[in-house]
Nanobody, 119 residues
Framework: QVQLVESGGGLVQPGGSLRLSCAASGSIFKIDAMGWYRQAPGKQRELVATITSGNNTNYADSVTGRFTISRDNAKNTVYLQMNSLKREDTSVYYC?????????????WGRGTQVTVSS
């Protein structure tokens, strides 16, 4: 079983910055893709950014140029640096990881961290 724990959310003013972290733990053989998703009240969960084990990245159009995803493979941790935050970035942010554990593929989600952008 693989667990993901997010941290770094909070309240920030428009134009401000936050850095989210997500650490994976458990019986991990290899983590392939890691990513961040978000879900605002009344809306579907949407992709924010993903990163492969080879550091190939993909971003939603709405965050391109403002957010940066990175990972530390040695620590099984993924980060999301969020700059120039807007009110519409307010959401619960979820971490996801896909990989291999005990010879089987896994896909795990964190419980989420709240990001609120407000003055």
């Amino acid at each position: 079983q693989v667990q993901l724990v997010e941290s770094g959310g909070g309240l920030v003013q428009p134009g401000g910055s936050l850095r989210l972290s997500c650490a994976a733990s458990g019986s991990i053989f290899k983590i392939d893709a890691m990513g961040w998703y978000r879900q605002a009240p009344g809306k579907q969960r949407e992709l924010v950014a993903t990163i492969t084990s080879g550091n190939n990245t993909n971003y939603a159009d709405s965050v391109t140029g403002r957010f940066t995803i990175s990972r530390d493979n040695a620590k099984n941790t993924v980060y999301l640096q969020m700059n120039s935050l807007k009110r519409e970035d307010t959401s619960v942010y979820y971490c996801k990881a896909d990989g291999w554990s005990r010879g089987l593929p896994f896909g795990s989600w964190g419980r989420g961290t709240q990001v609120t952008v407000s003055s």
